[in-house]
DNA sequence: TCCTTCCTACGAAACAATTCGTAGATCAGA
DNA sequence: TCTGATCTACGAATTGTTTCGTAGGAAGGA
């Protein structure tokens, strides 16, 4: 699996992808301190993770240090929309709506979230015409 | 695992799921025909498969003919809101409005589905006040 | 009745994802 | 220098998912 060719991550590695994107940054140790402050887990499993991700192109390295320092390689968005386009294949048919509608149904967004979304469907309404 | 407690389903499972969805009920052969119109199969796949949903509480099925006849037991759109809360969750922090604003980006919806859309959001910011 | 066809059941192989133990290198401090 | 802490690498166990071969039973037609 080339860098171009990734794949949608596995459980696992997403968790430690949001970590990444969040500190931008991180040795093996920075990623299993917040990942085992969710829950149980050891130290090797987080570096065993780590070293799969590098091997499939979905993290970079330096490996300069000691403490070799990982970085995500794509950038959040870019994976959030893979994954979305994944179930919206999956699960919906292909249908934005559908999905849209399951979305907002499961979880009521805020006041300022809904009017950020009708802006863009603004936006979006604007281009069709 | 029980009926009450069924977790996200794995892809080749959501694949016949929506076979089941879409037809009501079916017998192995059924699911069968549909799958492999698509893409290489076997047939005790299928039928390995829907012995392992039954097992997992995700199908019932009707025994009484020598074809048992098989049925989702849950409620397409419940299963969705299933997997969208999950990748809400997994993916996107919990912000109804960044997955959203993802999906409707990664395949934009007909001017139809987003005066839906649209529709669904006048309805919910009405709950607001 | 015998043969073919279709069915279920089931074990196991193949593969993928996750976890962990152990080994060896490096480095800092006593 | 010795000791302990920390690092990487790696093999392997474990668990979950998907695939498939084979066996045995039932049904229908020649």
Redesign the pocket.
């Known amino acids: 699996m080339t860098a171009n060719d990734v794949s949608r991550p596995?459980?696992?590695?997403l968790e430690i992808l949001k970590v990444l994107w969040e500190r931008g940054t991180c040795?093996?140790?920075d990623v299993f301190e917040v990942l085992s402050a969710a829950r149980e887990?050891?130290?090797?499993?987080t570096?065993?993770?780590l070293?799969?991700m590098f091997e499939k192109g979905l993290v970079s390295r330096d490996?300069s240090q000691?403490?070799?320092v990982y970085k995500a390689r794509a950038k959040q968005q870019a994976t959030q929309r893979m994954l979305v386009t994944d179930l919206l294949t999956r699960a919906f048919g292909g249908s934005t709506e559908k999905l849209v509608v399951q979305a907002l149904a499961a979880k009521k967004a805020s006041k300022e979230e809904l009017a950020e979304i009708r802006r863009l469907l603004n936006e979006l309404e604007g281009d069709e015409q």
């Not at 596995?10 to 590695?13: C, L, V």
């Not at 887990?41 to 499993?45: S, V």
């Open positions: 596995t459980d696992a590695e040795t093996v140790r887990t050891g130290y090797t499993t570096l065993k993770l070293q799969i490996e000691k403490s070799h």
